[in-house]
């Protein structure tokens, strides 16, 4: 039997409502339980990071989908500021772009981030994409 992460959680700070949607119903898709939050704003963001530094548990449980292209600080600016903070070492992010260029990719890599996702055209392969993240990030170890 399959051991699996009944609190594993995919946050996803993006400012488009349309892509959050998509991601919301593919998860819906995936057999195994996954709390989605959806943040589109800074102030949202940083009031749910600040609980999940609350306890490591939660910060190892949970996936951040974090877009590029947003309003005022980029997802760069973002994932830089992450990584600068010791606190936020185990929280798994994944920068979610409509780019899949390897520059790009491998900028999101260096600058800290544990994977780097395209945004595909289909919610059948969002849904793909999806379930291989939480096989490798937030499945429990067996």
């Not at 009031?47 to 939660?58: G, T, V």
């Not at 190892?60 to 600068?84: A, F």
């Not at 185990?90 to 920068?95: A, E, M, S």
Request: charged fraction near 30%.
């Amino acid at each position: 039997m399959t051991e699996v992460n009944k609190h594993a959680s995919m946050l996803m700070f993006d400012d488009d409502a349309e892509d959050a949607l998509l991601v919301k119903t593919a998860i819906r898709r995936i057999e195994y339980p996954i709390q989605f939050v959806h943040l589109q704003t800074g102030t949202e963001f940083l009031a749910e990071l600040e609980w999940i530094k609350q306890s490591p548990e939660r910060m190892r449980q949970t996936l951040l989908l974090l877009d590029l292209n947003m309003p005022s600080k980029n997802g760069i600016e973002w994932l830089r500021e992450l990584r600068e903070q010791s606190a936020f070492n185990d929280l798994t992010i994944v920068v979610f772009s409509t780019s899949n260029m390897a520059e790009e990719r491998a900028r999101s890599r260096l600058l800290g981030a544990d994977d780097h996702l395209g945004k595909p055209d289909s919610v059948n392969d969002l849904e793909k994409q999806l379930l291989r993240l939480y096989e490798r990030w937030l499945k429990p170890a067996m």
